[in-house]
């Protein structure tokens, strides 16, 4: 009886490391890349300098922040990252202060772990003026952040680490968005001190130090990087696809090709009417992007209120979003896209925030009829030397020629449209070298917030409204979420009822994903995520 037993024991002990073995083979054989094409290239891979769609997707795959964004039935949720835990304490002066304590298990691509002096170095380094990051005013809410870009020296903004776990930041006023937002943004991701002062740091393998999910294995001539999952990432169970690739089209033609040859598994920029109707479930419509119509203040031509209004209310935006031809741009009904969050974490274009705007087909001759009436008539507008300019392109040309003729038609009024490179007009932008221009304004921070701050005083048009800046300044350091929205929302009305700024259309961002993948999400701010990509029936 006792050999039996100890036989049994002896096969039972097999069994269990022909299992564990069977299991390693397993995983071994299950290693997966998944292969995602992106618009145009990528410059850099440092946090505080990326500036596109491409390059913070890229970026948020090769670190992790405080927080990071998980799949929550499609939509994009907030959970712990490098930070296990939180702490925010709301003080009697108004501000706030958040405590993170971080994971100890977080690593360095290299090994190296992972610590809180890692973040103070960043953020002071990404507002430091001498850094020149185009992302800095992404921690205008952190206390010290005017003093730190006034007087050259980071090391003003007031975020701290006590000891290498526990990171301390202070708010300079509440911040709805501060967790959601800030802290899962690809420019706020910690970096190495000992590292960023190289010049490559940024671009060559070598010398690239990351914490997250992925870790770069190569950056091929061709532009491809790939990366896999570190053996020593601490939330590896979660991730099915173990491997990436990242391949960068410069068309859409180029882009569809791949798809359809089997070449990559997902695309980033396509158009509508070439996606199969079958494929419908793997378009994503909304985008934080918005055309329009600035005025600078400046400009004399334009100095008739009642003129700025009424050439706004005839301008056909249906029309407008049509001649946008492939790409079916959507009608802007505020200067808040669909798509982009209020303080409640739901969309902020939503019943109670209603359009600003009317589009509807079946008003639009009454809005005309309303927009001539506003006209004085002892002004002879006609006689008035406006000029519109933009960037060169056949869709540009499209739309302003479209407008341009409305204006005349409804209201007598002659635009000369200014044709520039987009070089050219973009430094001409930057000068407030201009009396009326197209523009498109992109935010990256999801927030209804990161629209309207753009034009507070100081801008580059020259717009100045004291009761639009206050009310911005009482939504900053209001505690409801409901009278937050609605100080955004009157600050909306109060810019687009000035006439200085005209939207004109919603963009919008269409994608394929292989149809036997399920699991990708977007935070709506132009970044795809790639780390709940499953199977389907997995």
């Not at 209120?305 to 029309?319: G, P």
């Amino acid at each position: 009886m006792k050999n039996w037993k100890r036989i049994a024991a002896l096969l039972l002990t097999l069994c269990i490391a022909l299992g564990v073995m069977s299991g390693c083979a397993e995983q071994k054989k299950d290693s997966k890349t998944l292969r995602v094409s992106l618009p145009a290239g990528v410059n850099t891979l440092d946090p505080a300098m990326v500036t596109t769609d491409t390059e913070r997707t890229v970026v948020s795959h090769l670190y992790e922040n405080l927080m990071k964004l998980t799949n929550d039935g499609g939509d994009a949720a907030v959970t712990n990252g490098v930070a296990r835990a939180y702490q925010c304490e709301d003080n009697l002066d108004g501000t706030q202060t958040y405590t993170f304590t971080l994971r100890e298990n977080v690593r360095w691509s290299d090994g190296q772990p992972l610590v809180a002096g890692d973040f103070v170095y960043a953020w002071q380094r990404l507002v430091d003026p001498d850094t020149g990051s185009p992302n800095a005013s992404l921690l205008n809410m952190v206390a010290g952040y005017d003093r730190a870009r006034s007087y050259g020296d980071g090391t003003e903004l007031q975020v701290s680490a006590p000891d290498d776990h526990t990171l301390v930041v202070n708010l300079s006023h509440r911040c709805p968005y501060f967790l959601s937002k800030i802290c899962t943004a690809a420019a706020t991701m910690p970096v190495r001190s000992d590292v960023s002062g190289k010049d490559s740091w940024a671009t060559a393998i070598e010398t690239l130090r990351t914490n997250g999910a992925y870790a770069m294995t190569a950056w091929q001539e061709d532009g491809t990087i790939t990366a896999a999952m570190p053996e020593t990432y601490y939330d590896a169970k979660r991730i099915d696809f173990d491997k990436l690739e990242f391949r960068f089209h410069d068309s859409i033609e180029t882009a569809e090709k791949w798809m359809k040859d089997g070449d990559v598994d997902f695309i980033l920029g396509t158009y509508k009417d070439t996606v199969d109707e079958k494929d419908k479930d793997w378009i994503a419509n909304c985008y934080p992007e918005v055309g329009m119509l600035v005025v600078n203040q400046m400009a004399g031509s334009l100095a008739f209120e009642e003129l700025r209004l009424a050439m706004s209310m005839v301008i056909d935006r249906n029309a407008i979003a049509a001649a946008m031809g492939r790409l079916q741009h959507c009608p802007a009904d505020g200067l808040i896209p669909h798509g982009v969050d209020g303080s409640n974490g739901t969309e902020f274009r939503l019943a109670d925030t209603a359009p600003v705007l009317d589009n509807t087909a079946g008003h639009y001759e009454a809005v005309c009829r309303k927009a001539k009436e506003m006209l004085k008539d002892d002004v002879d507008y006609g006689t008035l030397d406006i000029r519109l300019s933009y960037a060169e392109g056949d869709t540009n040309k499209a739309v302003v020629d479209g407008m341009i003729k409305i204006w005349k038609e409804q209201l007598g009024v002659n635009v000369t449209p200014v044709a520039l490179s987009e070089s050219d007009m973009n430094a001409a932008v930057d000068r407030g070298d201009f009396a009326m221009a197209l523009v498109t304004q992109h935010s990256s921070l999801g927030d209804a917030d990161g629209f309207l701050k753009a034009w507070r005083s100081g801008n580059y048009a020259y717009i100045n409204n004291n009761a639009y800046d206050l009310l911005l300044r009482i939504s900053d350091v209001s505690s409801g979420i409901v009278a937050r929205d609605a100080y955004l929302l009157d600050a909306e009305r109060l810019l687009l009822e000035s006439g200085y700024v005209m939207p004109l259309w919603f963009g919008n961002s269409v994608y394929q994903l292989d149809k036997n993948l399920s699991g990708l999400f977007n935070d709506g701010t132009g970044r795809y995520f790639f780390t709940c990509v499953v199977e389907k029936g997995k």
